[in-house]
């Protein structure tokens, strides 16, 4: 009993974060249909940013945030205005050449990360130890990353529900349509929720440093557990973001201890397709019409 309560606090610390990563993925895919392959690498490239920092300077990786945070916003935002914007009308709004753009964006960014950084594993040692509640052991670097995402998701949350530029996003995810017939900016909306969604990975990274260890080519594994935690909770759907992370940690803290890491690796390519073959719309996910 102890094992399972000690699993269950592991799984619901690290959900907590992946649920960060995959809210800045769920943002750019419900307002634009982009399925963005280079969002690992953001999260990667601001987890380095921060160990490098703290290897050199002994810089806690939190006071980072607000600028790992708007580092990525500039970033994200810059690819959406001279990237994405400038696919063929006609194409633009098609998943096939958004893939294709920010497949090649993934791999410079993997490219730049190693002239940067070199190739060498990078952390954050910081917070080594534990809390002990009676048999629970709860690491404290996995405790802080864990409040830090709450809040910053909370913050998310009121963000996008009561600003005026937060209901524009939520309404163009909604409708493209009705949003443009009530005047929306759907271009602004398109730079600022890019933005938005790498800012947000750029977050994540930040304090993924305290749990995990990095290097450049690290993006893919955290691209395709954003992808996955989406997929399971419900494509476009806050909740379900939410919602697919806590299953994907559970799943994965279940599995390292039971079947080995290597399974536990695995755990979000096995959900995901356990997920599409029961329900293809996600746990909360509206069907297709």
Not at 138 to 162: D, E, H, N, S, T
Not at 259 to 274: E, I, K, Q, R
């Amino acid at each position: 009993m102890d094992t399972v309560a000690q699993l269950i606090v592991n799984g619901l610390l690290l959900g907590g974060v992946l649920a960060l990563s995959a809210l800045g993925f769920n943002i750019i895919f419900g307002v634009m249909r982009v399925v963005n392959l280079a969002h690992g690498d953001l999260v990667v490239i601001a987890a380095l940013t921060c160990a490098v920092a703290y290897a050199h300077w002994h810089i806690n990786p939190l006071l980072l945030l607000p600028f790992t945070a708007l580092g990525g916003f500039v970033i994200g935002a810059c690819i959406q205005r001279f990237l994405l914007r400038r696919l063929p009308a006609e194409v633009s709004s098609g998943e096939a050449s958004s893939l294709v753009l920010t497949f090649g964006l993934s791999y410079f960014l993997a490219g730049a990360g190693l002239w940067i950084f070199g190739g060498q594993i990078r952390s954050v040692p910081y917070l080594t130890g534990a809390i002990q509640l009676g048999p629970i052991s709860v690491p404290q670097a996995r405790l802080l990353a864990f409040v830090a995402a709450i809040v910053i998701a909370g913050l998310l949350g009121v963000f996008l529900r009561y600003t005026s530029i937060g209901r524009a996003i939520r309404a163009t995810s909604m409708n493209l349509d009705g949003a443009l017939a009530c005047g929306v900016d759907a271009d602004l909306v398109r730079t600022v929720s890019f933005g938005l969604g790498s800012a947000v990975a750029a977050a994540a990274g930040t304090l993924l440093s305290y749990v995990y260890t990095f290097n450049p080519q690290d993006g893919i594994p955290f691209t395709i557990s954003a992808f996955a935690v989406i997929a399971i909770g419900g494509l476009g759907s806050y909740t379900g973001a939410l919602l697919g992370a806590l299953v994907l940690g559970f799943a994965q803290a279940f599995a390292a201890y039971y079947a080995g890491s290597t399974l536990a690796d695995a755990a979000p390519y096995v959900l995901f397709v356990l997920v599409m073959l029961v329900l293809p719309q996600g746990i909360l996910g509206r069907r297709a019409t």
